[in-house]
């Protein structure tokens, strides 16, 4: 399964995609859509598939960020792959400790969350420089 972090204007989302027969399964926020993204034109329009619904779709890269077209309504958006973090224990329940490991050896620059702190998925734990990048 592939993870992304998608950002857009000020808020950020995971999004897992992974096979899913002949489509592809998008989860966002703990919520599953079957999805297909078909190429109609060259490397920028596509057709999506989501569920009954066909929509067309165009994608452009500018920068750093995408832009797209999903019908009549234009998105900028930020997609960066989401690095894997090395977890030890068993899967913890709400309001239960859980040790989160690095996935590479670096310097705690900053620290946003605090012990005894409750915390949401995908929230900033630690800011963490490694060769030569945060």
Do not use: C, N, W
Not at 43 to 61: E, Q, Y
């Amino acid at each position: 399964m592939a993870e992304f972090v998608v950002s857009r204007g000020g808020r950020t989302h995971i999004v897992a995609v992974e096979p899913d027969g002949d489509h592809l399964r998008a989860v966002i926020g703990g919520s599953a859509y079957p999805v297909s993204l078909e190429p109609r034109l060259g490397s920028t329009h596509f057709a999506l598939r989501l569920g009954p619904s066909v929509l067309p779709v165009v994608i452009r890269t500018a920068g750093e960020e995408r832009l797209v077209g999903i019908g009549a309504e234009q998105y900028r958006l930020r997609v960066e792959p989401r690095l894997p973090i090395a977890r030890r224990g068993h899967a913890a329940r709400a309001g239960e400790a859980r040790e989160v490991i690095a996935p590479m050896p670096g310097l705690v620059i900053a620290a946003e969350a605090a012990p005894g702190d409750r915390v949401e998925p995908g929230q900033v734990l630690v800011i963490l420089e490694a060769m030569k990048m945060q």
